[in-house]
């Protein structure tokens, strides 16, 4: 006796047990990527460690705790040890560094 139970070709997708979900991770494996996706998708991450180059190492830490490691604020100040008022200061410095390059490069 087989160990599972095998699922006719036929049978109506109503009789298979087995419901197997997708992850977008795998969904994206399955589409096919063009050439100038990949060059796209390359200058994009250059761009990106460029602009996180130049943060200072608070925004850094900031950015880090935040998208990284998705702290809130105020958990983000605690373990930095600066107000929560300084955090949103850092964040936006930062968001707007990192954003500057990315809307020259989608305007060109």
Do not use: C, W
């Not at 107000?83 to 490069?105: M, N, T």
């Amino acid at each position: 006796m087989p160990r599972f139970d095998r699922i006719s070709e036929n049978a109506p997708s109503s009789d298979r047990r087995i419901h197997v979900p997708l992850d977008e991770r795998f969904i994206e494996i399955l589409l096919p990527e063009s050439p100038l996706d990949r060059v796209e998708s390359q200058e994009l991450r250059q761009i990106v460690m460029h602009a996180l180059a130049e943060l200072t190492p608070q925004e850094l830490k900031v950015v880090e705790g935040r998208y990284q490691h998705k702290r809130s604020p105020g958990a983000v100040a605690s373990h930095l040890r600066v107000s929560r008022e300084d955090v949103e200061a850092l964040e936006r410095s930062a968001l707007q560094k990192l954003r500057r390059p990315l809307i020259e490069y989608m305007e060109t």
